[in-house]
């Protein structure tokens, strides 16, 4: 059994991506924008002391964004993708048992060979050198508190970004003072629910009554205090979780009631969709589209979707781009301004288990094989190299605003970083 569990938590990760290609924004407060340049989604220390909350408006914090020279950045996120495809390569290189739990974190097995923060000391320092993104490190016996130590780590300087709970005297004394709200899986409600039964830290709930906890937030709360008490009920998974959906969908630049661009839009989120499927060697059986004007507009307001359920299973982008084109021109409806399209493909099983089609077989996989490479070629020459028919208005409203967005340094040939 897996000695001790260890979460790696990249801080800040948007803007230490950002970091790794422009060394001048070290040191200095950076924030980086959601789709659109909308709102904020990453937060340097800098930036953070200066009162930018998260997730609040660009144009609420312009006023001091502008007086403090905070560097702004567009959303990169095929860049972020990337950078944390290499942090999870580096993990792989201290032991195969990686659990990848998002874009910036993942926890790994620590043996009992040597000391647990050496251990996590060593991980923390070859990351940094071999990705240049810095991370925290959490250890303990359990995935729950592998994240309290890693938030705590984040957050103590003292703790110089590794912090192990293995030991039971400093596992008491953080879990003192943690915040419930902050145990990973007490949502707000919860939270709420707890303090006003006199439960406001982790310690607190790590002693509740089990059962009582049962009753009043089901069989997950019971695990979540389980797991605060060092019994392990989260295991890793080594193997990915099967996607149960794929979705592609986007806030449009400008306001657009043009249905030109509407199949512009759609036809470029169905090709990204299905890209993923075949990254992940799935095919779907359900598509649906939607599109929505904007809710907080004051023009008329509408919204539609939907759903296609396909005879037979498909991953090749000019099929599941025709449902998609076919369903956008049943929700279409003229005389609106539209902010957002998506295309969301379900009913996904294994590209494998395809079963062979009474008509047009050969045509099918002859468009498999024609998709195979394409995706070689827009890997080896940057996404968008090759596309699926030819955008009808290219200058159209719908594009994401990207203004401030940083080259693709690492995936885009045209954007690799040059040296003098």
Known sequence: MTEAIALIDCDNFYV??????APGLLGRPVVVLSNNDGCVISRSEEAKRLGIRMGAPYFENRRVIEEQGVAVRSSNYELYADMSRRVMCALREF????????????????????????????????????????????IARTKTLAKVAAR??????????????????????VLEATKVGEVWGIGPSYAKMLKESGIDTALKLRDADRRWVRRRMTIVGSRIVEELRGVRCLPLEQCPRPKRSVT??????????????????????????AERLRRGRLAASVVTVFILTDRFGAGPQYGNSVTYELASPTDIT?????????????????????????????????????????????????????????????????????????????????????????????TCLKEVLRVA
Not at 16 to 21: L, T
């Open 152 to 173: 705590h780590a984040r957050n103590s300087p003292e703790t110089r970004g590794v912090l192990d709970l293995t030991d039971d005297a400093t596992r008491t004394a």
């Open 95 to 138: 032991t195969p048992e990686v659990d990848i739990y998002s874009i910036d974190e993942a926890f790994v097995a620590l043996d009992g060979g040597r000391s647990f923060e050496e251990q996590g000391v060593e991980i923390k320092k070859k990351v940094k050198g071999w990705t240049g993104i810095p991370v925290s490190v959490g």
């Open 318 to 410: 000019g099929e599941l781009t025709w449902w998609a084109q076919r369903g956008l021109t049943r929700v279409y409806r003229r005389g609106y301004l539209y902010k957002k399209a998506g295309v969301m493909l379900n009913g996904l099983r294994p590209a494998e288990e395809l079963s062979m089609r009474t008509h047009g077989d050969e045509h099918f996989e002859r468009a498999r094989r024609a998709m195979q490479t394409v995706d070689a070629l827009n890997r080896r020459f940057g996404r968008g190299t090759i596309r699926h028919g030819l955008p009808r208005s290219p200058d159209g409203r719908w594009p994401t605003k990207a203004l401030m967005r940083s080259p693709r340094y690492t």
């Open 16 to 21: 230490s991506c950002e970091r790794v290609f």
């Open 248 to 273: 592609c969908s986007r806030s449009f630049g400008e306001l657009t009631g043009s249905l030109e661009d509407l199949r512009d839009a759609v036809a470029l989120y169905t090709e990204r969709a």
